[in-house]
C-alpha cells in the first residue's frame, strides 16, 4: 500500500468519526446528561457536609473526592484535552454547555446585546475567576467550589435562557475559559474543514444544522471556536472532520488580536503565575509582615481581622484557616505584581522582536469599506500567538501542582514530578520558539533577523522559566 493510499485511508476514518458523532447525538445527549447530574452531586452534596479532618481520604470522604475531581482531574486534564482532541470537551461533555443549551432551548430567546459581543470578556472573565478562586481558596473548600463553579453554572443558566434560541450564547462570550479553550484548540491536530466549491454546489433542500456555539459554518476556517460536537459533518457533502499539522491554525490562519495577546501574556503567563506561586512564596510571607508593622505601628488594626464572610475572603475558623484583609490585599498585589513583572517581560521579548523583524504582510482587519486597517501591534499580536504552548503548559503545570498535593495526601511518591514538570516545560518553550521562528519567516527569509527575533522571544521568557523554577525548586 502507498503513502498516498495510506494518507487517504487515514483522512476517511478521520471523517467517519465525525459522521459517527453526527449520527449519534442522542447517546451524546445521553451522556452529557449523565456527567450533568454527577457534576451537581459534586457540586452541592459536598458543600453540605462537615469539613473533612485530617484523616480525610479519597477513599472514605465525598469532599476529598470531589476535590480530586474537580482539581486533581478534571480541570488540569480537560485543559490538556484541547490540543489533543480539539474544543470535543465543550461539545460533547461539558454540564454548563448542556445546561445553558438546554435552558436557551426553553428560554425567551432574546437577541444578544451589544455589550456581551465585547472583545474583552475572556480576558476579564479568566482573570476576575482566577483572582476570585485564590481569595477563597477554591481549591480547598467546597462551599468556595459552589461559589465559583456554581456561580458560573447558574449565569450560564441564566444567559442561556434570556438570550438565544438553542444556542450556547455563555460559551461563545461569557465562559470563564471559553478564551483559553479558544487558544490551545488552535494546536489540534483535528479541524472541520469546509469545500468552498462543495457549498456552492447546488444541492437539495438539506435540514438546518443548530451550531450551537453560533459559527458561521460557510466560512470556518479553524478550530478555535468549534466545539468539535459532530453535528455538521458533512453537512451539504462540504464539511468533514479531517487531519491536519497542529502548527498549521496559528502560522496560517490566526492573525491574533489585542485581547487574545492579554489573555496569553498577562493573563496564562501573568495572572496565572501569581495565582499559581503566591501561597509557595516567601515574598508574599515578608511583604505581609512588613506592611502589619507599618500597621501596627501607625495604631491601624482593622486590616488584620478576619472577619469578612467566606465569599470574600477565605473564612473557615473551624479549621483555623481564615484570612484578615490584609491577606486579601497581599494576595491581589502578589497575583498583580506577578502579572506585571512576568507579563511585562513576555510582552517586552515580543515587542522587541517585533522591531527587529522588517514590517512584511502584517495581519490586519479590514473597515466597512473593505480598506485594509494594519494596527501597529498587528506583529506583536501575530507573534503572541506562538507562545500558547508555553502559555498553557505553564496552566497545566501550577493545576497539576493541586493533583500532586493531593496525591502525596493519599500516600503516593511523587518523586517523579519534577522531572515530569520541567521535560513538559522545555517541550512546550522549544515549540513556541518554533513558532516564533516559522512565524518571523512570513516576515523574512534572512536567518540572522529572525534568529535575533526568536532570541528576544527567549529573553522575554526568562521571568517566566524562572518563576517555574522558583516554584518546583527553589520555594
Known sequence: MSAVTRGLGFRAAVARVGDFLRDHQQAIRTLQWVIVVFYL????????????????????????????AFWGVWWPFVLISIPLLGRAWCGLFCPE????????????????????????????????????????????????????????????????????????????????????????????????RVDAQAWRAPVRRTETINCAPLLPLRNMQGAAECH????CSDYRGAITLSPRSPEAEIVHVA???????MLIVFGLMGLAIGAFLWSASPWYVTLKQTMATWLVNHDVYWPLADNAPWFLLTHYPQVNDSFSWLDGTVILLFIFGAAVVVGGGVLMGLCLADRLLPPGQQPGVRDAAGRLLRSRLAGVHKLAQGLIPVAGAGVFLGLTATTLTLLQHEGVPTWW???????????????????????????????????????????????????????????
Open 97 to 192: 454547555g448542556t445546561l445553558t443549551e438546554w435552558a436557551s432551548r426553553h428560554g425567551r430567546g432574546g437577541a444578544i446585546p451589544r455589550w456581551m459581543r465585547w472583545g474583552g470578556w475572556p480576558f476579564v472573565a479568566f482573570s476576575l475567576t482566577t483572582i476570585y478562586g485564590q481569595l477563597v481558596s477554591v481549591y480547598q473548600y467546597p462551599w468556595a467550589v459552589a461559589a465559583v463553579l456554581g456561580g458560573s453554572t447558574v449565569a450560564a443558566i441564566v444567559v442561556g435562557w434570556l438570550y438565544g434560541r438553542d444556542k450556547r450564547v455563555w460559551c461563545k462570550y461569557l465562559c470563564p475559559v471559553n478564551g483559553v479553550f479558544n487558544l490551545l484548540a488552535k494546536l489540534a491536530p483535528w479541524y472541520y
Open 255 to 261: 492573525d491574533g488580536s489585542g485581547w487574545q495577546t
Open 41 to 68: 452531586v459534586l457540586l452541592i452534596v459536598p458543600a453540605l457536609l462537615p469539613l473533612p479532618d485530617r484523616t480525610a481520604s479519597v477513599f472514605n470522604n465525598l469532599t476529598i473526592v470531589a476535590q480530586f
Open 228 to 231: 468539535m460536537c459532530g453535528r
Open 417 to 475: 514530578a519534577n522531572p515530569v514538570r520541567f521535560a513538559l516545560l522545555a517541550l512546550a518553550l522549544a515549540w513556541s520558539l518554533r513558532f516564533e521562528w516559522r512565524l518571523a519567516g512570513l516576515r523574512t527569509l534572512q536567518p540572522w533577523p529572525r534568529l535575533c527575533a526568536v532570541m528576544a522571544v527567549g529573553l522575554g521568557l526568562v521571568p517566566f522559566v524562572w518563576a517555574w523554577v522558583l516554584f518546583f525548586i527553589v520555594w
